[in-house]
């Protein structure tokens, strides 16, 4: 019985540090805001380069013609901006609080979190 009763106590306290709440991690969303900008940025930059790479490495082997052009334009830059847009997505989600927001939301009374 005096098991089950310090086990109850030891859940009650998982989370905390030396029975003192944790306090939650102070969140800056306008400053999220614009650290996912600045990636945006750079990522266009980014695809940008390897979109002049990708032509002028098509323009040793054969001509450049239109379609190809518009389909060597849209497949990378477009992937490029699709994979990385939603890794930096992900980050300002994290450092802006919204998945601490889901992740409170979702955490029923009485659980704590693994």
């Known amino acids: 019985m005096h098991s089950s009763i310090e086990a109850a106590r030891r ?14 991690p102070a969140f800056d969303r306008a400053k999220a805001w ?9 990522i266009a930059i980014a ?6 790479a990708s032509l002028w490495y098509l ?6 013609y239109p379609s190809a052009v518009l389909a060597t ?7 490029m901006m699709l994979g990385c847009g ?3 997505a992900a980050f300002f989600s994290d450092k ?6 889901v992740t ?11």
């Open 11 to 24: 859940k009650d306290h998982i989370g905390t540090m030396e029975n003192q709440p944790v306090a939650p």
């Open 34 to 42: 614009s650290e996912f900008r600045r990636m945006l940025v750079w």
């Open 47 to 52: 695809g940008v380069l390897m979109v002049v």
């Open 59 to 64: 323009s040793l082997y054969d001509a450049l």
């Open 73 to 79: 334009i849209g497949g990378v830059f477009v992937s």
């Open 86 to 88: 939603l890794f930096a």
């Open 96 to 101: 802006s609080g919204h998945d601490q927001t």
């Open 104 to 114: 409170n939301a979702t955490t029923h009374a009485g659980e704590s979190e693994a």
